[in-house]
């Protein structure tokens, strides 16, 4: 469903499991991302009525998550650490070159949005899947249909503002672009890396 050309190694999981505290503060910072991201997309594109809206709801859902992940941070005696840079989404986002239309950049941001949730999702499934810890092993679960429903959302309206055609052969090389950067990624306590 999700698209992506290269799965992590399921080995991923043993890192993060010696790493929860480290993985939590990653994670809510993704969140934070995210949330800022629907922000942003706002602010470049306020004329786009139906994206603004889901924009506002998108930005409210995932402070939620923040929320939520920062709630478990705190319940394990923790405090949130720092942010840290995010490899994955650096080395993705050099995928498409420089300038170009207002309605490509648009185009361009929300694949890349589009790319960051299926990965999302598809590391959430695996931790809901293999965790040894229950509770959060159905948090992340949880988690997983929403981070779905958000990567079908912006590829939509991908779709949308820009040819068909186009949109979907520039989804196809940047999921073989990620799977590339995948290949060096997916030994540390972090969500995309």
């Known amino acids: 469903m999700l698209g992506l050309k290269l799965p992590t190694d399921p080995r991923w999981v043993n890192i993060v499991e010696k790493n929860i505290d480290e993985i ?13 991201t ?34 478990r941070i705190v319940k394990r005696g923790q405090t949130l650490g720092r942010e840290r840079k995010d ?5 993705l986002m050099k995928f498409f070159p420089k300038g170009g239309s207002r309605n490509t950049h648009l185009v361009h941001r929300l694949l890349y949005a589009a790319l960051i949730e299926a ?3 598809e590391r959430f499934r695996l931790l809901s899947e293999q ?24 590829l939509k309206f991908a779709r949308k503002f820009g040819k068909r055609e186009e949109v979907d052969q520039k ?5 073989e672009y990620e799977a590339k ?5 997916g030994t540390k306590e972090t969500i995309h890396g």
């Open 131 to 154: 965790l040894e810890d229950r509770d959060l092993a159905e948090f992340y679960h949880k988690l997983m249909v929403s981070e779905a429903n958000h990567y079908t959302m912006f």
């Open 119 to 121: 990965r999302s999702c």
């Open 87 to 91: 490899e994955y989404v650096i080395a």
């Open 24 to 36: 939590l503060t990653d994670h809510a910072y993704c969140e934070q991302k995210a949330a800022s």
């Open 171 to 175: 989804w196809s090389d940047l999921l």
């Open 181 to 185: 950067i995948m290949k060096d990624l």
């Open 38 to 71: 629907a922000i942003s997309l706002i602010i470049s594109f306020p004329e786009y009525t139906d994206l603004v809206d889901e924009m506002i709801a998108l930005s409210r859902e995932e402070m939620g998550h923040f929320k939520m992940v920062h709630d």
